[in-house]
């Protein structure tokens, strides 16, 4: 199974004077640090360890690696710099930005990533977990961008396919692609609230202690949006890795938090047109392994629309 997995740098690979900038900012000179997998950022991630003892996580990118990794990291810091205590997310301590390197620096969360398949036991603590941060994440405590406006060239996807289809194109999808288009655009129309939603919860942007504590990280694409947004992304993720009835969870989700099922499916058809659309292009520089995990995403939801009795395509 594809994973979220990228082509990092470690610590000893940032130049001089940015690990003496984040070794200011942690009060002390590093003695170890522990690269960590999971994610996409052509940067480091790093568990560092002072010679006090102290810990914490690090990660640093320039632009040089790739042109769009610093200005994420720049959002993030915006991001988690107003995030409350009371949320299940990291505490950023510092930042160093010096226009072509931005590191951020966060206490250490003692964790690990939910095992895939997704186990049921996890997967029920995750949920209780995005249920909680929405809550408290309610209203937004960052006057950021909506959902809907954030995700637009997202969800048009399915929209720049129709204008040109690729010689390529699936049949199933050329005999639906107007249907989807349609489908996307609802979805995007759907996408109102003011939750401050995280819009990329996978596996690898979660930890799980051995306490029960549930912590996301990375929040760089945060916007105000739905608080079931990202409840119907962790079930993209979990249909990505199988082993679970995904329609019938969706149908659960909704029926409690109700939430309108033809929304959900609207918007799951405009995160297809996404992943369908972004797999059929280049690999942008330092990422040489996205394009595959997208077009593993894309697979894993279109099937899911494929499989949605009775007329998948027809939300009403």
Request: proline fraction near 9%; charge should be negative.
């Amino acid at each position: 199974m594809i994973s979220a997995t990228g082509v990092r740098i470690g610590w000893t690979d940032l130049p001089n004077h940015v690990r003496r900038e984040i070794e200011a900012i942690i009060g002390g000179p590093v003695v170890d640090a522990v690269s960590q997998a999971g994610g996409f950022s052509p940067g480091s991630a790093d568990r560092i360890r002072t010679g006090s003892g102290r810990r914490v996580f690090v990660k640093a990118v320039s632009s040089a690696a790739n042109p769009r990794s610093p200005q994420l990291h720049r959002q993030e810091a915006r991001v988690a710099a107003v995030l409350p205590p009371s949320a299940p997310t990291p505490t950023l301590l510092g930042s160093y930005d010096d226009g072509e390197w931005v590191a951020l620096v966060y206490e250490d969360v003692e964790g690990r990533h939910p095992a895939t398949p997704w186990l049921p036991d996890e997967l029920r603590r995750v949920q209780a977990a995005l249920a909680e941060l929405a809550a408290v994440l309610t209203p937004s405590p960052l006057p950021s961008p909506t959902a809907a406006d954030a995700l637009a060239d997202d969800f048009a996807g399915w929209r720049r396919m129709a204008a040109e289809p690729p010689a390529d194109l699936d049949p199933w999808l050329g005999e639906h692609l107007d249907d989807l288009v349609a489908l996307a655009d609802r979805g995007l129309h759907a996408l109102v609230g003011d939750t401050l939603v995280h819009t990329d919860i996978r596996a690898d942007n979660i930890l799980l202690g051995a306490d029960g504590r549930v912590t996301v990280v990375d929040w760089p694409s945060a916007c105000r949006g739905p608080a079931w947004l990202d409840q119907l992304l962790l079930l993209v993720n979990v249909r990505l890795y199988g082993g679970h009835d995904t329609p019938a969870l969706l149908d659960r989700y909704a029926a409690e938090a109700g939430v309108c099922r033809a929304d959900l499916t609207a918007a799951l058809a405009g995160i297809a047109g996404f992943f369908t659309d972004g797999a059929r292009q280049p690999a942008p520089p330092g990422l040489p392994t996205l394009r595959a995990f997208q077009r593993a995403q894309s697979d894993a939801v279109l099937s899911w629309l494929r499989d949605a009795p009775p007329t998948p395509l027809r939300a009403s």
